[in-house]
Structures are given as structure tokens and as C-alpha cells.
């Protein structure tokens, strides 16, 4: 008896296996915790990959605001769900919402992800898991273009050889999808601006460049951006038919011309040109009904106001005039608009109005909203002139090819001179501002957006 009560006791006081013990005991505790760490891993790893889907569905979201297409269901969704689909992301449709607005972001779009994973390894804790990620994108204002070509191919803007285009304070646009899109001719061509964009590409003798290594011709404070979004005309829906012709109807004929004619009235454009007379000084709101040319012996002087022009308006001699618009408008009996020729040795000084209707518009071709079965008596106009020829405002001939340019601004300022065209060649040197635009009076700039990841 006393050898089994020693017996027991000794079992009893045996601690071997006791670690084995508490191990099998806490070993599933263990796995599972370990098991949530490794599957939380791969949740962060799918949230990361999904941060850059979503980053990438914001960004091409805001380009097609860009491009005009606000509407988040039909325009904004689809590109995002394609553009995140393409960085990997594996979830149901984002979520757009447009326009967005937090404490960060007063008018942004944001693209919210949502993903569903099944749990593997932590099955005894969750049976699935929703990573959620979310991108903020803004468009911003890049800068104002001074020169906005809105051909869809071809050369929208060509600079010949021997030719400097000088943008200082702003940027060319050209909406082509061609090759030479923007062009310049040869080594002896070269342009500085702040950059150039447009939706086709950039070349130099025929060649497409690159844009993070421009040749020297291309003195560029941004890189090129080649394959961008168009750039709509702004002034589309403003400068229609209606609008440039309000109140010409009851115009009626103009007496006999003297050096000081015209004014509130119709005046026929083969009077003018035939007149001896000179120097002419035009008054305020006269329509010049027909063609209309001045010789190179000639010199007409605008007063400020309006001037409306139904054929075409040729110049030879000298055109000058502070504060006046001259709009080329259609002419009711041939239903034609007619085209612009400033010739090579014409002498051209004018400036746009600060105030009033056409605040800060120049020269205007009618091309918006015109009646049926209208048509031009050319598509394609010139605008050269002496070397010391100068045009201060917006240039608008958005369905004409200006076939050759030569022009600067006022140096007097503000400093205005922007050309909205259909396409653009620049043979000669020249310089475009738009930085005194705004101060000219010249509302609804073109412009050059940009995206921004905000959050």
C-alpha cells in the first residue's frame, strides 16, 4: 500500500506535457489570429491595387469633363468603371458622384470602388470583407490659349520656314488628330510658348517629336502634350447670325461719300472702292453692302463702333481704327459670307473695343446659326500686312483656313491679340498674346484645362 499511495503521488506531481497540453489547447486560437493577419494582408494588397484603379478612374472620369460629358450615369461612370478595370480592379460598378464637394474639394468628381472578398484563412472570424477605396479628381484651369485651331485633321497650324511664332505668355491648340497636327516646316522654323496641344501630334520636317526631347526649334515652358482632348470653340453659342446682326436690317442708305462718311447707314462697298477720295474716315455702325476693296494709294479711318462688311474685304492700302469691330457677314441676296485678304504691303493698325457688345472682338467672320443654303465666297482668307501691321482682340474665323499670317499685337496694350480659326499658317514672324485679353474686355477666354488627383 504505502509503494501505491508513493505510486500516485508521484503522478500527481508529474508536470511533463503540460506545454504539449496548453499548445493543443491554444494551437486553433493561434492559426486563426495568424490566419487573420496573413488574409488581412491580402485585403490591404487588394485595397492598395484598388487605390490606383480608383486614382486612375477619377483622373479619366475629370477628362471627360474636359471633353464636355458631364452627365455621371451615361458619361462619367463608364469611363471610370473601363479606366479601373484596366488597373486591375475586380469589384462591381463604381460609383461616381459629379460634382463633388467636400472640405478639401469645392467641384471635383469622385469615384468611390467596392470591393467584396470572401474570407479564406479567417473563415472562423468573417465570412467576407468590402474594401472601399476613393479618388477626388478636379479639372483646373491650365491656360488660356492664344491661338485655338478647330480642324479635326490635317495641319492645323503650320509654320513655314524661315518663320518664328512667339507665344510668351500662353499656348497653341490645335484640335487635329493628324500627324503634323501643329508643324513646323524646317530647322529654320521655331516657336516659343508656353506649350502646345493638341489631339494629334507635333513634327518638324514631317517627323513627330518627342515631347520630353523637343528639338532646339521648340522653346516650350510645358512639354508638348500630343494626344489631349479638343478644345471646344467658346464663343460657339455667342457669336451667331443673330447676334452679329441685330439691328442692320433697318439700316438705310447712306448719303454721297465725302472724307467723312457712312454712319447708321447702309453704303455700297463698289462706291467705296472707286471713290478718289482719301483719306476716308468711316462713322460709327456703317454696313458696307458687296465687296469692298482699298487700293494701295488709299487710307480709311474707323471710327469706333461697328462695322459690318457683305462681301469681300480686301485690303491694299491702309486700314486703321481704335475701338471698332468689322464683322463679314452673310449677304442676303447672294446668301454668301464673304472672305478677308489683307495684302502683303497693306498697312493694318486696329484695336478692339474695351466695352459694348464686342468687347474685345476684332475681326469676326459670320459662321454660327446662318440661314439655310448659305455658303463662303472663299474658305480661306489673309491677314499679312507691313511689318509694322497690328491687330489688338480676338480674330474669329472658326470655319475659314487663314491661309497666311502675319500679325502682332498692339505694343501699346493691353496686349490682345487671339486667333480662333478653323487652321493657320504663319509665314512670316509674328507674335500672339492673350494675357491682356481679359483687361481688353474680351469675356470667355479659350481654354486649357488640366487634372489634378485632389484626394
Not at 493561434?30 to 477619377?58: M, R, Y
Not at 441676296?333 to 498697312?347: D, H, I
Not at 457688345?357 to 439655310?372: E, H, K, R, W, Y
Not at 487663314?402 to 487671339?418: D, I, K, Y
Amino acid at each position: 500500500m504505502p509503494s501505491l499511495f508513493a505510486a500516485i503521488a508521484r503522478i500527481f506531481d508529474d508536470n511533463r506535457g503540460t506545454s504539449a497540453a496548453l499548445v493543443a489547447i491554444a494551437l486553433p486560437v493561434l492559426i486563426g489570429f495568424g490566419a487573420l493577419g496573413a488574409e488581412t494582408g491580402v485585403w490591404f494588397t487588394i485595397k492598395l491595387q484598388n487605390q490606383s484603379g480608383a486614382d486612375a478612374a477619377a483622373i479619366s472620369a475629370a477628362y471627360e469633363l474636359i471633353a464636355g460629358k458631364t452627365d455621371a450615369t451615361s458619361d462619367l461612370t463608364p469611363a471610370a468603371n473601363e479606366e479601373a478595370t484596366r488597373n486591375g480592379y475586380k469589384g462591381s460598378t463604381p460609383a461616381v458622384i459629379y460634382p463633388y464637394s467636400d472640405t478639401i474639394v469645392s467641384n471635383g468628381v469622385a469615384v468611390t470602388l467596392q470591393q467584396t472578398q470572401a474570407a479564406l484563412l479567417a473563415a472562423m472570424f468573417v465570412t467576407e470583407v468590402s474594401v472601399a477605396t476613393k479618388a477626388v479628381a478636379t479639372v483646373k484651369v491650365f491656360d488660356n490659349p492664344c491661338i485655338l485651331a478647330l480642324g479635326g485633321s490635317g495641319t492645323d497650324l503650320d509654320v513655314q520656314a524661315n518663320t518664328h511664332l512667339d507665344l510668351p505668355n500662353c499656348s497653341a491648340v490645335a484640335n487635329s488628330i493628324g500627324a503634323s497636327a501643329i508643324a513646323l516646316h524646317d530647322t529654320t522654323s521655331s516657336v516659343t510658348a508656353a506649350t502646345l496641344v493638341t489631339a494629334g501630334e507635333v513634327s518638324l520636317q514631317g517627323n513627330p517629336i518627342d515631347p520630353a526631347a523637343p528639338p532646339r526649334e521648340f522653346t516650350l515652358a510645358f512639354p508638348a502634350m500630343i494626344g489631349a482632348p479638343s478644345v471646344a470653340d467658346p464663343y460657339a453659342g455667342i457669336l451667331t447670325h443673330s447676334r452679329l446682326t441685330s439691328g442692320t436690317q433697318m439700316l438705310s442708305s447712306c448719303g454721297p461719300i465725302t472724307a467723312t462718311a457712312g454712319g447708321s447707314c447702309k453704303e455700297s462697298g463698289s462706291k467705296l472702292s472707286n471713290t478718289t477720295i482719301t483719306p476716308v474716315t468711316l462713322r460709327p455702325n456703317t454696313l458696307i453692302n458687296g465687296n469692298w476693296s482699298i487700293p494701295a494709294t488709299h487710307k480709311v479711318v474707323l471710327s469706333p463702333g461697328t462695322y459690318w462688311v457683305t462681301g469681300n474685304l480686301t485690303v491694299y492700302g491702309t486700314l486703321q481704327g481704335q475701338g471698332v469691330t468689322m464683322i463679314l457677314t452673310l449677304n442676303t441676296q447672294t446668301n454668301k459670307v464673304g472672305a478677308l485678304t489683307f495684302a502683303s504691303g497693306a498697312t493694318i493698325h486696329l484695336s478692339a473695343p474695351g466695352s459694348g457688345p464686342f468687347a474685345g472682338i476684332v475681326l469676326i467672320q459670320d459662321s454660327n446659326g446662318l440661314p439655310a443654303g448659305w455658303s463662303y465666297t472663299s474658305t480661306t482668307s489673309r491677314i499679312d500686312g507691313t511689318a509694322g501691321a497690328t491687330l489688338n482682340g480676338l480674330v474669329y474665323f472658326p470655319k475659314a483656313s487663314v491661309t497666311s499670317f502675319h500679325g502682332n499685337p498692339s505694343a501699346a496694350g493691353p496686349r490682345c491679340l487671339l486667333l480662333v480659326v478653323n487652321s493657320l499658317n504663319v509665314n512670316a514672324l509674328s507674335s500672339v498674346d492673350s494675357a491682356g485679353c481679359a483687361s481688353a474686355g474680351l469675356a470667355n477666354l479659350p481654354t486649357l484645362s488640366t487634372v489634378a488627383l485632389a484626394e
